[in-house]
């Protein structure tokens, strides 16, 4: 019997088949149609619990408006949401959490941009995201090991907002999607 550990690790290795396979198969995959003969599936680290963080959101009462840079140099409109914070290697991070500034109630996932010390060079440059779905508790799981590349790391006709400053992390964070590279 598979204890909690080991069956978070197989179902985020069953999430990351099907989304090679989607990526390869569906018209709506971001992988360029020339690409995708070729196209091997994506890279990740191994699944690690160390990265994975039991968090409560810290909810703003007054969320605040904030303007996202995009990989396309428009901008996007988000609200504040709250910050979650986790501890580290001995440190405490704190990341905000924000919602698409339009969102009603629970039926939008909390988005979490960030970068670390692996962007740019490990993963990609603007930053990676984490999509939480909205809970009741305000408990959640902040796990890393979900943590997955926006549309426009394969494909520049996609338009993805950049991590915000306050939310680039001085650790390196591997768990996750890697930098694609298709060579």
């Known amino acids: ?57 810290q909810k703003y009462s007054s969320p605040d408006a904030v303007v996202m840079a995009t990989s396309t140099g428009t901008q996007q409109r988000y609200l504040r949401y709250g910050s979650f914070e986790f501890s580290l290697g001995g440190k405490e991070y704190r990341l905000q959490v924000f919602k698409p500034e339009h969102s009603h109630g629970t039926e939008e996932s909390l988005f979490v941009p960030f970068r670390d010390k692996t962007s740019g060079s490990e993963t990609y440059g603007a930053g990676r995201y984490l999509d939480i779905p909205e809970n009741e508790t305000g408990i959640y799981e902040l796990d890393f090991n979900k943590a997955y590349n926006p549309f426009c790391a394969y494909n ?4 993805c907002p950049m991590a915000p400053r306050e939310n680039w992390l001085d650790v390196t964070i591997e768990a996750g999607e890697r930098l694609y590279r298709q060579h």
Not at 1 to 28: G, P, V
Request: aromatic share 12%.
């Open 156 to 159: 520049p006709n996609y338009v």
């Open 1 to 57: 019997m598979m204890n909690e550990d080991e069956l978070k690790c197989s179902e985020i290795e069953r999430e990351r088949q099907e989304k090679d396979n989607a990526f390869k198969h569906a018209h709506e995959s971001p992988i360029p149609h020339e690409e995708r003969n070729t196209f091997d599936g994506l890279k990740y680290y191994p699944v690690n619990a160390k990265y994975r963080f039991t968090v409560r959101l």
